[in-house]
T-cell receptor, first 111, second 113 residues
Framework: QKEVEQNSGPLSVPEGAIASLNCTYS??????FFWYRQYSGKSPELIMS????GDKEDGRFTAQLNKASQYVSLLIRDSQPSDSATYLC???????????FGQGTTLQVKP | DAGVTQSPTHLIKTRGQQVTLRCSPK?????VSWYQQALGQGPQFIFQ???????QRGNFPDRFSGHQFPNYSSELNVNALLLGDSALYLC????????????FGPGTRLTVT
């Protein structure tokens, strides 16, 4: 079992729709959770961090965390073609900051 | 406010050679982590440096070594390069003062032939 799992996709949504990206993790002591966006040929860009159960909203992005189910999700409202990228889920346990990444989900937003 | 910088951008080396990659953290950050990202995969943690010492290490052989300087910049050294070392090498910086958010530099694309 991989430590952090994501569906590689591609996930295709029409412009203006809600894109839902999911991630599960295996280490119950994980404390910090992150979503990164990576455009092709570029480096990962941090878009959301979440540390407590529940929802965290930032503009069109909402991160959801359920520690009991070991599940993290990212919702993108009003998806735009510019949101087309690979979204990486990352998990950290303890206070050393080592990030464990999933393989990423490719999102395609079609005009 | 300067972000994380890395050099060089691209590098081509031959098997068996040695390579040094460099990273300067974001202003105000004192911790540097290095990751290797193979094509189509998520980044894999190599090691993290804080206060000029390796604080944590991932599952990488001793051919991978690093250093952190008093100004918090860092180097990643890889000896005896293998074809499988071809990847995007990413440096991420963070602050020990609060939060665990890591910000990535643009990366160095290493090709081993």
């Amino acid at each position: 079992q991989k430590e952090v799992e994501q569906n590689s996709g591609p996930l295709s949504v029409p412009e203006g729709a809600i894109a839902s990206l999911n991630c599960t993790y295996s280490d119950r002591v994980s404390q910090s959770f992150f979503w990164y966006r990576q455009y092709s040929g570029k480096s990962p860009e941090l878009i959301m961090s979440i540390y407590s159960n529940g929802d965290k909203e930032d503009g069109r992005f909402t991160a959801q965390l359920n520690k009991a189910s070991q599940y993290v999700s990212l919702l993108i409202r009003d998806s735009q073609p510019s949101d087309s990228a690979t979204y990486l889920c990352a998990v950290s346990s303890g206070n050393t900051g080592k990030l464990i990444f999933g393989q990423g989900t490719t999102l395609q937003v079609k005009p | 406010d300067a972000g994380v910088t890395q050099s060089p951008t691209h590098l081509i080396k031959t098997r068996g050679q040695q390579v040094t990659l460099r990273c300067s953290p974001k202003s105000g950050h004192d911790t540097v982590s290095w990751y290797q990202q193979a094509l189509g995969q998520g980044p894999q943690f190599i090691f993290q440096y804080y206060e000029e010492e390796e604080r944590q290490r991932g599952n990488f052989p001793d051919r991978f070594s690093g250093h952190q300087f008093p100004n918090y910049s860092s180097e990643l050294n890889v000896n005896a390069l293998l074809l499988g070392d071809s990847a995007l090498y990413l440096c991420a910086s963070s602050s020990s003062a609060g939060g665990y958010e890591q910000y990535f530099g643009p990366g160095t694309r290493l090709t081993v032939t």
